[in-house]
């Protein structure tokens, strides 16, 4: 196992692996290109070698989950057993965002080491967009959103994380996020008759592949094809300035699913959100 103190050290060790598959790694990815230049990240970082080679990653920006990695499928076990000895090491047993089959050996491995069982909390699809099909909308524009959208942006994200099964969120809370979101995300919003009807954003990105998420339409504007509309919009601002875009879906909402890939996503990998539960 190796730990650098320096954010910038671990930078420069990972990312030559994650730039492998941007599109599948682009949570870690994504998080590490915008942490790396904040002087008061609290990013946590470990990686490991194997024969000179990384093999493995974890990381975590405190109070959030660990973000886990195995970049050899033949070394998953040494991987996973790794990473339950760093977390045995820390103070946090908050879970873990991480790729199927690691994720499947943490959730087999965890009950031996420790008086508690993993769990999954949702079951995410990472999708890979390279061109995408933009549907019409009568009467509808797009724009950038921004201070002027803040109270509905507020009540957008306090309904979309019930919604996604992140949690809940007080008032407060939200304003912080959104307030916070403001100085690195683009948000983007779709009107119809002067009213705003769905939303997407841009929060993170990679060298090459531009993230879309926080998609949302409230309840009263839904089944109308808006949220595929805005979404669209904003993959193709991603594609025309990155290149490619991505995003993750609940794969227990096969409606979403199969909207994503009718503009043009193509599943790429399988994504697990892993929580603890006392035993």
């Known amino acids: ?90 103070d946090s047993n908050g879970g873990f965002v991480v790729e199927e089959t690691l994720g499947n050996f943490l959730k087999t491995a965890w009950p031996k080491r420790f008086d508690s069982e993993l769990f999954i909390n949702v079951g995410q699809g990472v999708y890979e967009c390279l061109d995408v099909a933009t549907p019409k909308v009568d009467g509808g524009t797009f724009h950038l959103l921004g201070h002027a959208e803040k109270d509905w942006l507020v009540k957008a994200y306090m309904a979309f994380v019930v919604e996604t099964s992140i949690g809940e969120s007080t008032h407060e809370e939200a304003v912080q996020t959104i307030e916070k979101m403001f100085t690195y995300a683009t948000f983007w919003g779709l009107r119809v008759d002067g009213e705003l009807v769905a939303m997407c954003a841009n929060s993170r990105s990679t060298d090459n592949v531009g993230v879309i998420n926080f998609v949302y339409t409230p309840k009263e504007f839904r089944k109308r094809g808006y949220g595929s509309a805005i979404t669209a919009y904003g993959t193709q601002q991603m594609i025309n300035k990155f290149g490619a875009a991505a995003l993750y879906t609940d794969l227990s909402n096969p409606t979403s699913n199969s909207i994503y890939q009718e503009i043009g996503y193509k599943r790429i990998g399988t994504s697990l959100e892993l929580k603890v539960r006392g035993v």
């Open 1 to 90: 196992m190796h730990t650098t103190k320096k954010l910038g050290n671990f930078f420069e060790k990972v990312v030559p692996k994650l730039q492998e598959n941007e599109a599948l790694h682009n949570l870690a990815f994504g998080i590490l290109k915008r942490e790396v230049t904040n002087e008061h990240s609290t990013l946590q970082h470990w990686y490991l070698e194997s024969d000179g080679e990384v093999v493995g990653l974890l990381m975590r920006t405190p109070p959030h989950k660990f973000i886990a990695i195995c970049f050899d499928h033949h070394q998953v076990e040494l991987v996973g057993e790794w990473i339950l000895d760093t977390v045995a090491a820390s």
